[in-house]
């Protein structure tokens, strides 16, 4: 059933421009392609694990994952990519490798620490499927469109009704020139890395209870989607990135439906992208259009 399909690619979809909100959200001010940011989504689906089965509240599970792990990448960011990107006529790949190597190491030192065997979530909700005629919806499914609907909700907010959102506009603009007039760019930074590692963290924690499993290479394929999602979306648009997440969603829900094992699900994005690239080279929604 079509309206079926279209929750469904709806719900992954949201899922996915979540976890790449923080690269965007990066890329925006440091022009860094972050793919440790899909660490961050491995390393808040387990530390989120963690507080849950210490605390047995979903909440406080979510509430302090997504802190723990922003301040994370508060810390990645002051004492290794700053440190990189301040120094003169740096070439632009360097960053990129390092955030390669950053990703790696996060997925190892999970397995070291957490062990490599699958940990599951067991979170139950009071009902199974929730049914609308022949339409079949997951309590989960609404769990996770409704916390990514709040999460992008409150992204908005910061970033156009703040100072802070101000700043961070300022500084992804041009931060020479934002430095000085003032703008705290150190704070924008920081600001940049709370947000997206958090978020990265909350739809880590949300596919571990969609799927009740997280695994330490849980980051693996998000990583290259993600950069597929945020190119879409023009990079360093979050606009552009929720309309690409959310259509990357429904394309591969709609090819597994209608045409099968004959094409990989994962290999969508990168599909999508090599048209998308083709017709329109600066991505979905430009900055000047956003």
């Known amino acids: 059933m079509l309206l079926q399909q279209i929750i469904n690619g709806i719900m992954m979809g949201s899922v996915y421009a979540l976890t790449a909100m923080g690269a965007t959200l990066v ?4 022009r860094i392609l972050d793919i440790a940011n899909a660490g961050a989504y491995a390393v808040g689906a387990y530390l989120g694990w963690y507080i849950y089965k ?20 508060v810390i990645i960011q002051k004492f290794i990519y700053y440190p990189i990107i301040s120094k003169p006529n740096i070439i632009p790949i360097v960053p990129l490798i390092t955030s390669v190597g950053l990703f790696t190491l996060t997925g190892d030192l999970i397995r070291l620490i957490a062990g490599p065997s699958v940990k599951n979530y067991n979170f139950k909700f009071e009902t199974d499927v929730i049914k609308f005629g022949k339409i079949i919806i997951k309590p989960e499914w609404i769990f996770v469109l409704l916390l990514t609907a709040a999460l992008l909700a409150l992204l908005w907010y910061v970033l156009n009704k703040t100072k ?41 924690i949300m596919v571990g209870i969609l799927y009740n499993s997280i695994v330490p290479a849980m980051g693996d394929v998000p990583s290259y989607k993600m950069l597929a999602i945020i190119v879409l979306g023009g990079l360093g648009n979050p606009i552009g990135t929720v309309v690409a997440g959310l ?8 090819s597994a439906v209608y045409i099968g094992s004959f094409m990989p699900r994962d290999a969508i994005a990168f599909i999508f992208l090599i048209i998308v690239l083709i017709v329109k080279p600066e991505g979905l929604i430009t900055k000047k259009s956003a």
């Open 27 to 30: 890329y925006g001010i440091l």
């Open 247 to 254: 259509l990357i969603g429904l394309a591969e829900t709609m």
């Open 164 to 204: 802070l959102g101000l700043a961070w506009k300022a500084t992804a603009i041009d931060a020479e020139m934002a430095k000085a007039m003032g703008v705290n760019i150190n704070m924008s930074m920081a600001l940049s890395y709370i947000l997206g590692y958090g978020f990265a963290a909350a739809a880590g």
């Open 54 to 73: 210490v605390t047995g509240n979903l909440f406080i599970a979510f509430i302090f994952s997504m802190i723990l792990t922003g301040l994370i990448g």
